[in-house]
């Protein structure tokens, strides 16, 4: 696993004006991972809510750890769903390519942890990933009483509309056209054919990402 980078380190930024207030802020190219665990609605439905929060923190725990060590930032957290960035605040050119190992890797957690919630709990879980890249805006986003740091545009919607793709199809990980180009002579894909978007005008090309070639396995 490549080692995390340090997110405390200065962002490069110009400023960007939006009407009252001023934010700093960059327009950059990034990689988003959105990763959706399957089956947990129904499971807080049946259990109490201590057994609930404790299943989702350790799923959560995980899937950090595995952004992290990818050089990627968690940047929120929506019921069960986790969206994660890669090439952002800090540099990375090869961010495409972290986040299909922060992917791949995320399927290997969620397979630890399901062996030991059914012995557990009874229960195990499918996890859902989507990978797309594309140009945002980088930098803070809100209101001068309370802001975060943030990526926000087009791929962010996108990956998530990804991801609803993605559990139609029953697939584990999907990854968009966009996100393959970067690293197209490194993993393993099949064509899952071009898809409309709820809410876009264009299609996007999906591909399932089965793993990276077996040449760079070797040399992990």
Same mark, same amino acid.
């Given at each position: &696993?490549v080692?995390?980078? *340090?997110?405390?380190?200065?962002?490069?930024?110009?400023?960007? /004006? /939006?009407?009252y207030?001023?934010?700093?802020?960059?327009?950059?190219?990034?990689?988003?991972?959105?990763?959706? !665990?399957?089956?947990?609605t129904?499971?807080?439905?049946?259990?109490?809510?201590g =057994?609930?929060?404790?299943?989702?923190?350790?799923?959560?725990t995980?899937m950090?750890e595995?952004? !992290?060590?990818?050089?990627?930032?968690?940047? +929120?957290?929506?019921?069960?769903?986790?969206l994660?960035?890669?090439?952002?605040p800090?540099? +990375?050119?090869?961010?495409?390519?972290?986040?299909?190992?922060?992917?791949?890797?995320?399927?290997?957690?969620?397979?630890?942890?399901?062996h030991?919630?059914? %012995?557990?709990?009874?229960? *195990?879980?499918? =996890?859902?990933?989507?990978?797309?890249?594309?140009?945002?805006?980088?930098?803070?986003?809100? *209101?001068?009483?309370? /802001?975060?740091?943030?990526?926000?545009? +087009?791929?962010?919607?996108?990956v998530?509309?990804l991801?609803?793709?993605?559990?139609?199809?029953?697939?584990?990980?999907?990854? /968009?056209?966009?996100?393959?180009? =970067?690293?197209?002579? %490194?993993?393993?894909?099949?064509?899952r054919?071009?898809?409309a &978007?709820?809410?876009?005008s264009? *299609?996007?090309?999906v591909?399932? =990402? !089965?793993?990276?070639?077996?040449a760079?396995w070797?040399?992990?």
């Open positions: &696993m080692q995390a980078m *340090s997110l405390s380190e200065p962002v490069a930024a110009a400023p960007v /004006s /939006s009407g207030a001023a934010f700093q802020g960059d327009i950059r190219k990034v990689s988003v991972v959105m990763a959706d !665990l399957r089956g947990f129904t499971f807080c439905e049946r259990v109490p809510p =057994l609930m929060s404790r299943v989702l923190n350790e799923y959560l995980a950090i595995v952004i !992290l060590g990818q050089r990627g930032r968690v940047q +929120d957290f929506v019921g069960d769903g986790i994660g960035v890669f090439g952002a800090g540099q +990375d050119p090869d961010h495409a390519w972290h986040a299909a190992l922060a992917a791949l890797e995320m399927q290997v957690a969620i397979r630890q942890l399901g030991r919630w059914e %012995r557990e709990v009874g229960t *195990s879980f499918a =996890l859902g990933v989507a990978v797309h890249t594309g140009e945002v805006f980088a930098g803070a986003v809100g *209101s001068p009483r309370q /802001s975060k740091y943030a990526v926000v545009g +087009d791929p962010v919607n996108t998530a509309r991801e609803e793709v993605n559990r139609n199809l029953g697939t584990e990980i999907v990854m /968009s056209g966009d996100a393959l180009a =970067l690293v197209r002579e %490194r993993v393993d894909v099949h064509p054919g071009s898809f &978007m709820r809410g876009r264009r *299609s996007v090309e591909f399932e =990402l !089965l793993g990276i070639q077996e760079l070797q040399m992990a």
